[in-house]
């Protein structure tokens, strides 16, 4: 175990050792303010689009189901008659010496330029897809695609880009950990943000009090998907038989792991640092049981070569009483 994922384990566990880091907390928590406060009373610039703008993030560092909420929305809006398109900061990824941003991304862009997760959404939505480190850049390069609403990934502490909604994603099972700021705990930003949001999302039945009304949405596996030819499967029958190896480099692992037993597979567990890029030492397990792999992960292993890998398709499966929220906020911003 690598020492940020030892110290993300402490952050969610409450571990006493922690509050060693209180004056570098306070550090934390003033720079955010200060850094809040400049876009806020004008001292920093913020450009606002010509069209609507919808931010999904999250307060805490680790998975929390935001990319699967994504998607959703971004179905939802062209269901919905919008012309959607997504933008993202493309962690993990990085041009090439002279190549540059915004970078548009589809389902064969190089993992290394684009990330994982941009990718993963462009393959899920069909949508236009672009990268950009600057976010209001990268939304410029959308509406000039033709979109008229936007999606901002993981896009809550960038406040440079304008924006119409925030919704912010939380784990239910992990909730806000021992509930202090970076490097004393796993938020980004105070828990008071959460009262600034227009809405707060709990992935799954939430384990805490949260601080502010919520809505509960849950991530429902929808299909299998061979990571050898792409050919789809039914959930059952299985497409494979017998206990297989289960791979995953998110945020929050074991809630991968938890979803393959619900399903009824004898799972191995094989857990590796969120955006991890694997290698195909790494997948050999030296047998010939099955590999079971999240969405995410597979972007970055469809080019090794393994014959019995299988991809489990998550989908958001919101509320209807915040789909109808959302709807009528959709009409006022139309």
Known sequence: ?????????????????????????????????????????????????????????NVTLGGTGKSPLVAWLARHLSERGWRPGIVSRGYGGKLEQGAGYP??????????????????????????????????????????LGCDILLSDDGLQHLALGRDMELVVVDGRRGFGNGRCLPAGPLREPLSRLHEVDAVLINGDATFAPPTEAWTFRLAPVRWRSLADGREWPLEPLPFQGPAHG?????????????????GIAVTPHAFPDHHRFTSRELNFGDT??????????????????????????????????????DRRLSRLR
């Open 1 to 57: 175990m690598s020492l940020g994922e030892r110290w993300l384990q402490a952050a969610y566990g409450g571990s006493a050792w922690l509050r060693l880091l209180g004056p570098l907390e306070a550090l934390y928590r003033r720079v955010v303010a200060r850094r809040t406060a400049a876009y806020r009373d004008g001292r920093r610039a913020v450009w606002r689009a010509d069209v609507p703008v919808i931010v999904v993030g």
């Open 103 to 144: 970078l548009h991304v589809t389902t064969d862009t190089p993992i290394a330029h684009s990330g994982d997760e941009p990718r993963m959404l462009a393959r899920q939505t069909g949508v236009p897809v672009v990268v950009d480190p600057d976010r209001p850049r990268g939304a410029r390069a959308l509406c000039e």
């Open 247 to 263: 791979v995953a480099g998110i945020g929050n692992p074991q809630r991968f792991f938890a979803t393959l037993e619900t399903l």
């Open 289 to 326: 049981l099955p590999v079971v792999m999240t969405a995410k992960d597979a972007e970055k292993c469809d080019s090794l070569a393994l014959e019995n890998a299988w991809v489990l398709e998550v989908e958001a499966s919101p509320p209807p009483d915040f789909v109808a929220w959302l």
